[in-house]
T-cell receptor, first 112, second 113 residues
Framework: GNSVTQMEGPVTLSEEAFLTINCTYT??????LFWYVQYPGEGLQLLLK?????DKGSNKGFEATYRKETTSFHLEKGSVQVSDSAVYFC???????????FGRGTSLIVHP | SQTIHQWPATLVQPVGSPLSLECTVE??????LYWYRQAAGRGLQLLFY??????ISSEVPQNLSASRPQDRQFILSSKKLLLSDSGFYLC????????????FGPGTRLLVL
């Protein structure tokens, strides 16, 4: 089945710093890839997604590019804000089953 | 777009007591429904999913059960809670088709004492 590996956190940054959260996946076929964000005390929200190789998903200043050659979908943001503090989950679609695969989540803490 | 309701928002229960968490969905029909648990400091664990009324698939053996009495209602239950059942329970939905995004409810925080 599919699997997703994320860098372990927490990631601690100062405001306006550059962010990278690494994500690699294993999957059969060509799954869609997702980044979800979970703010404290809330459910997950879709942040961005990419459905095929070389696609770039973007939202709220975050970007991630679907790299099939390296099986990666790293999340980046050029200048983080305190309000970006949250847990970020990388995920693949369900593929041949109904079961999507989530990474373990990476906590981001941004200090003013 | 769909709206997902979960209740209660927070629950404190003694060990050995029963549990019933409810999830209802508006704005979509024939959704696939999911129950996840998020324990402190851990990622998401898929507990159950359902592709239709009365159809439940379990991903992990445990003392929890799930039911789907209506198309847009998904219930998570237990007859006797364990301490290890504490966590944040999330209901999620996606529409037909395997590439669709999952949408999550606000979650229920359960503390078993």
């Amino acid at each position: 089945g599919n699997s997703v590996t994320q860098m372990e956190g927490p990631v601690t940054l100062s405001e306006e710093a550059f962010l990278t959260i690494n994500c690699t996946y294993t999957a059969t076929g060509y799954p869609s890839l997702f980044w979800y964000v979970q703010y404290p005390g809330e459910g997950l929200q879709l942040l961005l997604k990419a459905t095929k190789a070389d696609d770039k998903g973007s939202n709220k200043g975050f970007e991630a590019t679907y790299r099939k050659e390296t099986t990666s979908f790293h999340l980046e943001k050029g200048s983080v804000q305190v309000s970006d503090s949250a847990v970020y989950f990388c995920a693949t679609e369900a593929g041949g089953s109904y079961i999507p695969t989530f990474g373990r989540g990476t906590s981001l803490i941004v200090h003013p | 777009s769909q709206t997902i309701h979960q209740w209660p928002a927070t629950l404190v229960q003694p060990v050995g007591s029963p549990l019933s968490l409810e999830c209802t969905v508006e704005g979509t029909s024939n959704p696939n429904l999911y129950w996840y648990r998020q324990a402190a400091g851990r990622g998401l664990q898929l507990l159950f999913y359902s592709v239709g009324i009365g159809q439940i698939s379990s991903e992990v053996p445990q003392n929890l059960s799930a039911s789907r009495p209506q198309d847009r209602q998904f219930i998570l239950s237990s007859k006797k809670l364990l301490l290890s059942d504490s966590g944040f329970y999330l209901c999620a939905v996606d529409r037909e088709g395997l590439k669709e995004t999952q949408y999550f409810g606000p979650g229920t925080r359960l503390l078993v004492l």
